[in-house]
């Protein structure tokens, strides 16, 4: 029996390929002459899919497919935002960002809510063909409905939280996650802390998405655990991960336990938590099952000095062992599949940048395959830019942009030139403000070059950094 089996039918696990011209690191008019390659073909290849999975920062992920397409939820980092990051795909190898109408963080607003944090969401399709999605706000559970994943969603308790915190106790009720069990019952696992203490894992059976009315809680809580239950059912024996620490500490691990029946009591096999762990921060496991091979999607701590706490998504294998033992990841290097070869984007190079923020954010990794990298311009350039070089006139009809933070204030020019002397305007978006990813803009002109100049962005530092740049 699968975990969530109802939630992931003939589930194709999804993917990103970053296509990026790379440069030479250097300061101020950066030069490189490599070029980015494509490849066009119909034939399957292996695909390798580096970590983290998505360009930018998110944290606490959970995923549903539903007709053809796969919907990813996260936290907004730093740390929370007034809404969630939704992400759509139906290739598994470019996403689009989507906004849905639930939850924010004005709508889940209660007397008995402490800071009002908006994240950790858990979505979920049940029998009924629904979708049911749980999710912290105020440091209590919120839960809602939708009859699609990208909604209308519905407050399920009309403007009152699935689990409040009780009055005059500082008491967090956080990470919901669901399970359905093999004879059809489904369960609520949660976390309960006092001043993000004491963790305890709570579970109680759910009815028509909410708590059942004649269930109770009971503590289930295994060892060294601090958050972020996860449970499948395998072979008869039920495996719980979890996070062992804060989602801000760089050793917080992911550990497992298992038990026969899905209240425990919870034995933690030896090798939890025990392997040399290179992933900074790993927490919040989600499990899923894809033709025979079983998956956790999770969120890690980016290293980086002199910034908040920032977070990004990653995925990697897991299995299971002779005496049925987990291997739970320890080295983070994504996962390969096949795929169609087919690429959206023509041949260029990075002719020149004008400027790189650190080695951090060098240039070269604006096209290194790997989507947590980004070339990031100088804090003193006032006025960034990127060259492309498409190496001959040719047709351009669009161009896709990924940036670092699509939530925050993006601006920016698109301009296009046969010989890189004389320019015309391709696109203007310095007065128009979006919010989306990637960005994408289209409009039919013959070019060999490309200039993107940026003007004033807002997001966790004030200077742009950039991800990917497709053009077809």
């Given at each position: 029996m699968d975990c969530k089996r109802i939630i992931f039918p003939g589930f194709k696990v999804w993917k990103m390929v970053f296509l990026l011209g790379s440069v030479l690191l250097g300061t101020y008019?950066?030069?490189?002459?490599?070029?980015?390659?494509?490849?066009?073909?119909?034939?399957?290849?292996?695909?390798?899919?580096?970590?983290?999975?998505?360009?930018?920062?998110?944290?606490?992920?959970?995923?549903?497919?539903?007709?053809?397409?796969?919907?990813?939820?996260?936290?907004?980092?730093?740390?929370?935002?007034?809404?969630?990051?939704?992400?759509?795909?139906?290739d598994f190898r470019h996403w689009q960002l989507r906004r849905i109408n639930w939850p924010t963080r004005d709508q889940c607003k209660s007397v008995t809510?402490?800071?009002?944090?908006?994240?950790?969401?858990?979505?979920?399709?049940?029998?009924?063909?629904?979708?049911?999605?749980?999710?912290?706000?105020?440091?209590?559970?919120?839960?809602?409905?939708?009859?699609?994943?990208?909604?209308?969603?519905?407050?399920?308790?009309q403007g009152k939280p699935l689990l409040p915190n009780p009055a005059n106790v500082p008491l967090n009720n956080v990470h919901a996650s669901c399970f359905q069990d093999s004879d059809g019952k489904a369960y609520?696992?949660?976390?309960?802390?006092?001043?993000w203490n004491n963790s305890r894992c709570q579970v109680a059976p759910l009815e028509h998405g909410i708590l059942a009315p004649e269930g109770r809680e009971q503590d289930v809580t295994p060892p060294d655990f601090f958050e972020a239950a996860e449970v499948l059912v395998q072979d008869g024996r039920y495996y719980m991960l979890y996070s062992d620490g804060r989602g801000n500490n760089p050793e917080t691990n992911i550990r497992y336990a298992m038990a026969n029946s899905p209240f425990g009591p919870w034995k933690v096999p030896d090798n939890s938590g025990n392997a040399p762990i290179l992933i900074h921060g790993a927490g919040h496991p989600e499990i899923f099952h894809h033709e025979g091979q079983y998956y956790v999607i999770y969120h890690r701590i980016y290293?980086?000095?002199?910034?908040?706490?920032?977070?990004?998504?990653?995925?990697?294998?897991?299995?299971?062992?002779?005496?049925?033992?987990?291997?739970v990841p320890s080295h983070a290097p994504g996962i390969t599949l096949m795929e169609p070869a087919i690429a959206r984007r023509l041949d260029y190079q990075v002719v020149e940048v004008s400027s790189v923020f650190s080695e951090e954010h060098p240039a070269r990794a604006l096209h290194d395959g790997?989507?947590?990298?980004?070339?990031?311009?100088?804090?003193?350039?006032?006025?960034?830019?990127?060259?492309?070089?498409?190496?001959?006139?040719?047709?351009?009809?669009?161009?896709?942009?990924?940036?670092?933070?699509?939530?925050?204030?993006?601006?920016?020019?698109?301009?296009?030139?046969?010989?890189?002397?004389?320019?015309?305007?391709?696109?203007?978006?310095?007065?128009?403000?979006?919010?989306?990813?990637?960005?994408?803009d289209?409009?039919?002109?013959?070019?060999?070059?490309?200039?993107?100049?940026?003007?004033?962005?807002?997001?966790?530092?004030?200077?742009?950094?950039?991800?990917?740049?497709?053009?077809e």
């Open positions: 008019s950066c030069r490189y002459s490599e070029r980015a390659q494509s490849s066009y073909s119909d034939s399957a290849i292996p695909v390798q899919i580096p970590n983290p999975i998505l360009p930018g920062y998110y944290a606490e992920p959970t995923l549903v497919p539903f007709e053809d397409k796969f919907y990813l939820y996260a936290t907004i980092d730093p740390w929370d935002d007034v809404e969630l990051a939704v992400w759509e795909t139906s809510g402490s800071r009002n944090l908006l994240g950790s969401p858990e979505v979920v399709q049940w029998p009924d063909g629904k979708f049911y999605m749980y999710v912290i706000s105020g440091r209590e559970i919120w839960a809602g409905q939708s009859e699609h994943p990208l909604g209308p969603w519905y407050d399920l308790c609520l696992y949660w976390t309960t802390q006092i001043n290293q980086s000095e002199g910034i908040q706490l920032l977070r990004q998504i990653g995925i990697d294998s897991l299995n299971f062992s002779a005496d049925g033992q987990l291997r790997k989507p947590g990298t980004s070339w990031m311009s100088d804090p003193d350039d006032r006025t960034p830019w990127i060259t492309v070089d498409l190496g001959e006139v040719r047709p351009v009809e669009s161009t896709y942009l990924w940036l670092e933070q699509p939530f925050g204030v993006n601006r920016y020019r698109i301009d296009y030139s046969s010989d890189n002397r004389h320019w015309e305007v391709f696109v203007n978006q310095q007065y128009d403000v979006r919010i989306m990813a990637p960005f994408i289209s409009r039919l002109v013959n070019a060999r070059y490309l200039r993107i100049s940026f003007f004033y962005t807002m997001g966790y530092d004030a200077h742009p950094a950039v991800c990917e740049l497709e053009v």
